[in-house]
């Protein structure tokens, strides 16, 4: 049966996005909030449907942080993009260039004005990724930054990147770590949808000022327990699915 819900969801996930993009299409020319109402019903109903059909629940935890921020994310899944689009007010998205190119959600993506960086361009993708960020300051968004650049597997390690410390150190405000479970049930590359609790959690704020070194090493630690905890309490204390 697993197999079966997991494919009814499968469908729904990507046959909706065009449809949500036409729906909501004229309302997103005219306006920005377009935009935002159109990923923002995208994402609860997905949400819903993954409940509904997967039994996969989700919940959220900490404080949703809101004002200008930078929102430094654990990333494992697509389905913790949708929790954080669910629920954050304005989130802005810190993404690779190709992702303009997928039909109606890369669309949307520049319409709520995501960044757009060229991965592997090593100095050059940090500079025109805080340019980007800088150039469109003071609207309220909160910047969405995956510091490990990809989705990562639970279990898994993999370095923390300079471009978030750069965002933090040229942006001048707090820090909300996130942190993430959503890979034990929702895995990268995988059919299966698990059911399970996806947890997203947004943890204390790094206040503005500490030093690189410093601020890089509070993020890892704070964003790399809390979803090791995560995993232990969904029962995985190798933080993967072993079957």
């Known amino acids: 049966m697993i ?24 309302y997103a020319i005219m306006s920005r909030e377009g935009a935002y109402a159109a990923l923002r019903t995208y994402s609860r109903h997905t949400l819903w449907m993954m409940k509904t059909v997967c039994n996969l629940r989700y919940e959220v935890r900490g404080e949703v942080p809101t004002g200008e921020v930078i929102l430094a994310a654990k990333h494992q899944s697509y389905v913790d993009m949708l929790i954080i689009t669910a629920h954050v007010p304005r989130p802005r998205f810190i993404m690779k260039k190709e992702l303009r190119l997928v039909p109606a959600l890369g669309y949307y993506a520049v319409r709520i004005g ?12 940090v500079r025109s990724m805080v340019k980007g960020i800088v150039e469109q300051r003071g609207d309220g968004a909160q910047v969405v930054i995956f510091p490990q ?5 639970p279990g898994v390690t993999m370095p923390y990147k300079i471009g978030v410390s750069r965002i933090y150190e040229a942006f001048g405000v707090p820090c909300v770590p996130s942190a993430t479970n959503a890979g034990l049930f929702w895995p990268k590359k995988a059919f299966l949808r698990r059911p399970g609790t996806v947890l997203v959690e947004f943890l204390e704020p790094i206040p503005p000022g500490l030093s690189a070194e410093a601020f890089m090493s509070e993020l890892e ?18 933080g993967r699915i072993t079957n």
């Open 114 to 125: 995501c960044i757009q960086v060229d991965r592997g361009k090593g100095g050059a993708t």
């Open 3 to 26: 197999y079966l819900r997991s494919l009814i969801f499968n469908i729904w996930v990507y046959a909706a996005i065009p449809i949500y993009g036409i729906v909501f299409l004229p």
């Open 149 to 153: 650049g990809t989705r990562v597997l």
């Open 221 to 238: 630690t704070r964003i790399e327990t809390a979803s090791t905890d995560q995993n232990v309490e969904a029962g995985f204390p190798q």
